[in-house]
């Protein structure tokens, strides 16, 4: 059985949009703009290494295709090889290897997919998949790197729910200039 797992990078006042800079926001970039120092690059690199999938919205799959397949080295041979799974009404004929878009009703195939896949299904990224997982606690770890900046506008990561979700912080470490890595797990 996996885990879904989403990792985010997110700013003070919750804004999780177009943090790499692939997208058309105002801000774009912005997480480029603070170094999360050799620690934050050692999670992000162990993060992925013990991914075993990629779990990912449409748009956030697009601005990865986009990117890492030109891209190599240990992480990009990572995430260019390993299995991914996009959750989309409108993707067809997926290009980046190993992808498969999962047809249904998507909280029912992501559950399934959660019995059939082993270890981490990792989820960067995509708020509004990541908002839908949320609401159907179907999130077993929620790790956060936290940037040090108040963006004022944008799509922030947590949304309403219908219920309260309760976290336990299980981790938490300061990298870089200022930037927090946050992980909590479903109390």
Do not use: C
């Not at 748009?59 to 996009?86: C, H, I, L, S």
């Not at 839908?132 to 949304?159: H, Q, S, T, W």
Request: aromatic share 10%; no cysteine.
């Amino acid at each position: 059985m996996g885990r879904i797992v989403v990792t985010e990078f997110v700013s003070l006042d919750g804004v999780v949009e177009d943090p790499g800079g692939a997208e058309d926001f105002k801000h774009s970039g912005w997480s480029f703009e603070i170094d999360r120092g050799d620690g934050g690059n050692q999670f992000k690199l162990d993060e992925t290494m013990q991914s075993e999938a990629l779990l990912l919205g449409r748009v956030t799959y697009q601005g990865f295709a986009d990117a890492w397949p030109q891209r190599d080295g240990e992480f990009a041979d990572k995430f260019n090889n390993m299995p991914k799974y996009v959750v989309s009404s409108t993707l067809e004929n997926p290009e980046w290897t190993n992808t498969t878009v999962l047809e249904g009703d998507p909280i029912e195939a992501v559950a399934k997919l959660k019995q059939e896949q082993d270890g981490d299904i990792v989820v960067h990224g995509s708020a509004q998949l990541a908002q839908a997982l949320i609401e159907n606690d179907l999130v077993d770890e929620f790790r956060l790197m936290v940037f040090p900046v108040v963006l004022g506008a944008g799509k922030r990561f947590f949304g309403e729910t219908t219920n309260k979700k309760s976290l336990k912080l299980t981790d938490s470490q300061m990298v870089g200039d200022g930037v927090a890595i946050l992980v909590y797990q479903p109390a």
